[in-house]
């Protein structure tokens, strides 16, 4: 199977400069976030959503949930030092956000959503609503 790559023709000459202009989520050799990698499953009566998140705390999660739309957002605080003696010779530090949006086939019931985040991996379950059944008019 071919994979597929962006060619960046600064990133290799200018990658200090030109890592806060980058449009697209960068990876952990940059010093940022890795992407947010989502999987979504369909069942006869609820989605489940499994999302990546590593390095993020739980408390810096954040789920919304409108209609058949459902937002991820994360902010990451990442801060590395390597000291030698009394001498710092690299510091580097992160502090970011991140988000996701997908739009599902079916509304949501909210009140029945749950939520785990375990080892890096936020797993939701987002049962769908209830639709109203077709209801024939009798004409008179």
Known sequence: MASVSIYDPF?????????????????????????????????????????????VKKEDIHVEIDGNQV????????ESEKREGERVLRSERYVGQFARSFTLASDIDEERSSARFENGVLELTLPKKATAAARRLTIS
Do not use: I, N, Q, W
Request: proline share 8%.
């Open 11 to 55: 990133a290799d000459v200018f990658p200090e400069l030109f890592r806060s202009l980058s449009l697209a989520p960068s990876g952990g050799d940059r010093g940022g976030p890795a992407a947010m990698r989502v999987d979504v499953k369909e069942g006869k009566e609820d989605y489940t959503v499994k999302a990546d998140l590593p390095g």
């Open 71 to 78: 937002t991820l957002r994360a902010e990451v605080h990442k």
